[in-house]
Each structure stands twice: as structure tokens, then as C-alpha cells.
Nanobody, 123 residues
Framework: QLQASGGGLVQAGGSLRLPCAASGGTFSTYTVAWFRQAPGEERQFVAAFAVQNKRTYYDDSVKGRFTISRDNAMNMVNLQMNNLKPEDTAVYYC??????????????????WGQGTLVTVSS
């Protein structure tokens, strides 16, 4: 069970940190990723922390601005978002799964989804 939080309203250029808390299961054995979905659009990959090689992966649109990190002892994955832009506005979801690296950005590879948290960036 995953629970995302930390969303809110922020001005362009601002920062937010989104925690994703896990309960139950063996959290440390799953890749955890963040996706986002704007109204009328498909769920889009944002970032992932791969369990098999402990590397991080980012969509080009957020590279250099967002950072994903995980704390297995606390069963947490965090998404630090800096220099936010209006186009970052969306509902953000965290998901857990065991994707192969080449498919890490596909939402089909994740089968545990938390309740989303809304991020709104004003211009």
C-alpha cells in the first residue's frame, strides 16, 4: 500500500517535496516510480529508483530539477521538485513494481499505486 502526499499550490520557480510512504510488503524489493497525470492526458513517467541497480531515471522534462530518493529503513520514496513550471501541474502518483530497465518508464509495469496528490504551479 502506497500513500503519496505533499502536493499543493506553488508559484513558478518554487519547490515541493512529495513523500511516498509504503506499508506492508517488502518495499525494498520493488522499484518505485513517480508518474503524473494532467487532465485529459495519459499518465506520464517522471522518475524512478530502480531496485536492481540502485540507479535513478528521469524524464527529460524534469532532469536537473527533480530528484528521487528512497529510504528503505523508513519505507519512503521522496520526489524533490525544484524550479517548478506551470507545465508540471498534474496529479502525481507513486507506483511500485518490478520492471526491467528498458520498460521502467511504462506505467503498465507498476501494479501498486498510491492515491495521487495534486500539484498546481501558477505562473
Amino acid at each position: 500500500q502506497l500513500q503519496a502526499s505533499g502536493g499543493g499550490l506553488v508559484q513558478a520557480g518554487g519547490s515541493l517535496r512529495l513523500p511516498c510512504a509504503a506499508s506492508g510488503g517488502t518495499f525494498s524489493t520493488y522499484t518505485v516510480a513517480w508518474f503524473r497525470q494532467a487532465p485529459g492526458e495519459e499518465r506520464q513517467f517522471v522518475a524512478a529508483f530502480a531496485v536492481q541497480n540502485k540507479r535513478t531515471y528521469y524524464d527529460d522534462s524534469v532532469k536537473g530539477r527533480f530528484t528521487i530518493s528512497r529510504d528503505n529503513a523508513m519505507n519512503m520514496v521522496n520526489l524533490q521538485m525544484n524550479n517548478l513550471k506551470p507545465e508540471d501541474t498534474a496529479v502525481y502518483y507513486c507506483g511500485a513494481g518490478r520492471p526491467i530497465i528498458s520498460a521502467i518508464s511504462s506505467p503498465l509495469m507498476y501494479y501498486n499505486w498510491g492515491q495521487g496528490t495534486l500539484v498546481t504551479v501558477s505562473s
